[in-house]
């Protein structure tokens, strides 16, 4: 089992950068794809991006790509969600998750492929 906490979420305004971060317990950290997600008020939760194990494999929602990027580091357990030019329209909960697969590869994008996720935290853009 492992535990998700993710930090970095505020108030920034449009135009403007955060960096979110997911630690994960445990020390098995690495057999995790990794995922993020977010929840606007009113609305269902998306996908925002995913890495793999190895963190060679990426992937994006459309409208993320080429201004949030995800990374991870597996010896300090934590995966990162570096967010640009952000727009109002980013404003939600961000949630990590982990998906326990056997490939080094494959990323997960459906929520229902993920087993732990973490409690969220505010990201607000202003206009």
């Known amino acids: 089992q492992v535990q998700l906490v993710e930090s970095g979420g505020g108030l920034v305004q449009a135009g403007g950068s955060l960096r979110l971060s997911c630690a994960a317990s445990?020390?098995?950290?690495?057999?995790?794809?990794m995922g993020w997600f977010r929840q606007a008020p009113g609305k269902e939760r998306e996908f925002v991006a995913a890495?793999?194990?190895?963190?060679?494999?990426?992937y994006y929602a459309n409208s993320m790509k080429g201004r949030f990027t995800i990374s991870r580091d597996n010896d300090k357990n934590t995966v990162y969600l570096q967010m640009n030019t952000l727009k109002p329209e980013d404003t939600a909960v961000y949630y990590c998750?982990?998906?326990?697969?056997?490939?080094?590869?494959?990323?997960?994008?459906?929520?229902?492929?993920?087993?732990?996720w973490g409690q969220g935290t505010q990201v607000t853009v202003s206009s």
């Open positions: 998750a982990a998906d326990r697969v056997s490939s080094m590869v494959v990323v997960t994008t459906t929520d229902q492929g993920y087993d732990y």
């Open positions: 445990g020390r098995t950290f690495s057999s995790y794809a």
């Open positions: 890495i793999s194990r190895s963190g060679g494999s990426t």
